[in-house]
């Protein structure tokens, strides 16, 4: 079956843009998650929804960033006055059901370069 | 807070060689481990997982296991190919109050020769 897709795979965009990466999980699972990796670096979580709602938002690094999942499955990561530091690949990934003991389906990744 | 530790690479092997990639972690509670996978090109997949001490995870021939006394969860495989050069991420969650989310190691890069 289909996996999780993001699109776009790539981004360029200009200091101080405003950019929207999108999710879609995998069919049926209720729980997705957002992770930002740098060059050289492991992933860093960002956001996790639990249905439509961000159960976790621990991780946005500052109030520039905003993430929705407004039907509960396709969501939107949204960067506002993009900075430099802000480029890295972002990533997405969903599980069927939330806890720590389910694995975690990655996507591909948004590639988001700020010039 | 939670964090994972792993050994530096990148790692060079002769194919057939034995492997061990070392993560040690340091969380509260009990968290379930992880050794995901990143092959060139290609996202982010799960290798194999652990749940509480003393489990072994095992899949394609990498094993790892749960060592509560020590806080580690080392990736080991007996006869490396090349197939096997990818990146490898250590990684925890269910530590504490961390719920759900994925704490990385900052991985490991393997590269297998003929």
């Known amino acids: 079956g289909a996996g999780v897709s993001q699109t776009p795979s790539n981004k360029v965009t200009e200091k101080g843009k405003y950019v929207e990466l999108r999710c879609d999980p995998i069919s049926g699972h209720t729980a997705l998650y957002w992770y930002r990796q740098s060059l050289g670096q492991g992933p860093e979580f960002l956001i996790y929804?639990?249905?439509?709602?961000?159960?976790?938002d621990s991780g946005l690094p500052n109030d520039r960033f905003f993430a929705v999942r407004p039907e509960g499955s396709v969501s939107t990561l949204k960067i506002q006055r993009t900075e430099r530091g802000d480029s890295a690949v972002y990533l997405c990934?969903?599980?069927?059901?939330?806890?720590?003991?389910?694995?975690?389906?990655f996507g591909p990744g948004t590639r988001l370069t700020v010039t | 807070g939670n964090s994972v530790t792993q050994m530096e690479g990148p790692v060079t092997l002769s194919e057939e060689a034995f492997l061990t990639i070392n993560c040690t972690y340091t969380?509260?509670?009990?968290?379930?481990l992880f050794w995901y996978v990143q092959y060139p090109g290609e996202g982010l997949q799960l290798l194999l997982k652990?749940?509480?001490?003393?489990d072994k995870g095992s899949n394609k021939g990498f094993e790892a296991t749960y060592r509560k006394e020590t806080t580690s969860f080392h990736l080991e495989k007996g006869s490396v190919q090349v197939s096997d050069s990818a990146v490898y991420f250590c990684a925890l969650s269910g530590a504490g109050s961390s719920g759900d989310k994925l704490t990385f190691g900052t991985g490991t890069r393997l590269a297998v020769r003929p």
């Open positions: 990934a969903s599980s069927l059901t939330p806890g720590p003991s389910y694995e975690q389906y």
């Open positions: 969380a509260t509670g009990y968290p379930s």
């Open positions: 652990a749940t509480k001490a003393d």
């Open positions: 929804f639990q249905g439509t709602g961000a159960a976790d």
